[in-house]
């Protein structure tokens, strides 16, 4: 079965009205002297805000416990230093412009970022699959790239933007959406084209190098892994999970049946934007048939496609069981939606709380109790540089 891997970033906010505020750098103070959670902290592109990358895994229930356990301690930390850690796209208000960790690097970004800066406070969930092969990478990112729309709408979880319901599930794709290389990536021949053209990019300015490609899904610059950056930070650990699950299995079924002919660009670009307006409401085109598709006729269209490599994975009950529960409780932002509605801003205090309280009700245990240290000290191997692709 492919490894992988996720990281989940999270936004620290004024407890009562739920603003940021920069106080990252405390809690990752605060947090580096346990040396089972340090070496997979860091800093972020926002002063309010950390994230944490799991270590390699190869099963769901030990990614879970690492996941669960860092929350419980963040929960810890920030409640120390009175402020809450949100795991959601976008917070209920800002108060201020956006402030950066100024890092050279970040710096040059924000340069270029210009007046969209002030807006740009936004969290999300990426989950990279290992493919090892350049082209094989190649052929799963092209598979991913049709199914991005459908793993939006049952993510979105980003409806509130300066304290007022934006009328989107995810906000945080709006907000994404004015980036130079947004949304549906290009389909590529193999890993040579990939890595052509993003060159170009990178030499014309449009982005500052391959590591900030923006689309939401790319080749990771570090590692040989496909990374899926569509989904919006999840309020749910649940439901990072089977967003995880979803996405190592479609990364498989694509490497192992590439599809002959790709979606438009225009068409899977224009159900992104459905995807985040409407989320499980759209109707999005199905990859399999060209058709357009309610979102839960679509989930059993894709269940049984990616059944032999869920089934393999041992993930089959945890995606089939996640997407019953987001079915019937609703995504993130209709929680967020439902909770505000029947007790304001108190309501969405308690829901960003609960995100943190403790292990899942049903986390799946490791096969084996001491699969996270050992994977601690096994990472994915670093991608080749110049000669096969490394973004």
């Avoid at 690097?105 to 210009?114: D, H, K, P, Q, S």
């Avoid at 053209?197 to 790319?218: F, K």
């Amino acid at each position: 079965m492919l490894r992988f891997g996720i990281e989940e970033e999270f936004m620290l906010v004024d407890p009562r009205r739920l603003v940021p505020i920069a106080r990252g750098r405390d809690i990752l103070d605060r947090l580096a002297a346990r040396q089972d959670l340090a070496p997979q902290l860091r800093g972020e592109f926002l002063a309010a805000q950390i994230e944490y990358a799991t270590t390699v895994h190869s099963e769901i229930g030990a990614a879970c416990w690492e996941l669960a356990a860092f929350r419980t301690a963040l929960r810890d930390a920030a409640g120390d230093l009175s402020v809450a850690p949100l795991s959601a796209g976008t917070p209920f208000d800002v108060a201020e412009p956006a402030t950066i960790v100024p890092t050279d690097r970040y710096l040059r970004i924000a340069a270029e970022f210009g007046e969209m800066l002030v807006e740009h406070q936004v969290n999300g969930l990426h989950v990279h699959v290992e493919v090892i092969d350049p082209d094989a990478r190649v052929r799963a990112l092209n598979g991913v790239r049709e199914w991005l729309p459908f793993l939006l709408a049952i993510t979105g979880d980003s409806p509130y933007w300066h304290g007022r319901d934006t009328g989107f599930e995810s906000w945080r794709n709006v907000i994404l959406r004015r980036m130079p290389t947004a949304g549906c990536p290009p389909e590529f021949a193999d890993a040579a084209d990939y890595r052509r053209r993003t060159e170009l990019l990178v030499d014309m300015g449009a982005v500052l190098d391959p590591g900030s490609i923006a689309w939401a899904a790319r080749l990771s610059e570090r590692y040989p892994t496909v990374e899926v950056r569509v989904f919006d930070a999840q309020l749910s650990l649940d439901d990072t999970l089977t967003a995880a699950a979803l996405t190592r299995a479609v990364v498989d079924a694509s490497v192992r049946s590439p599809a002959r002919h790709g979606a438009p660009a225009e068409l899977v670009d224009a159900a992104l934007w459905e995807a985040g307006r409407r989320g499980a409401a759209a109707r999005l085109p199905d990859p399999r048939s060209g058709t357009l598709r309610p979102v839960w006729t679509l989930a059993e269209t894709l269940v049984e496609w990616l059944r032999p490599s869920l089934e393999a994975a041992g993930d089959l009950e945890v995606v089939i069981e996640g997407l019953e529960r987001i079915r019937r409780d609703g995504t993130g932002a209709a929680r967020q939606r439902e909770r505000y509605g029947s007790a304001g801003v108190a309501g969405l205090r308690e829901l960003c709380a609960e995100s943190c309280d403790g292990p899942l009700r049903r986390a799946p245990a490791p096969a084996a109790i001491d699969e996270v240290a050992v994977l601690v000290s096994s990472p994915f191997p670093p991608a080749a540089r110049r000669g096969s692709v490394a973004s």
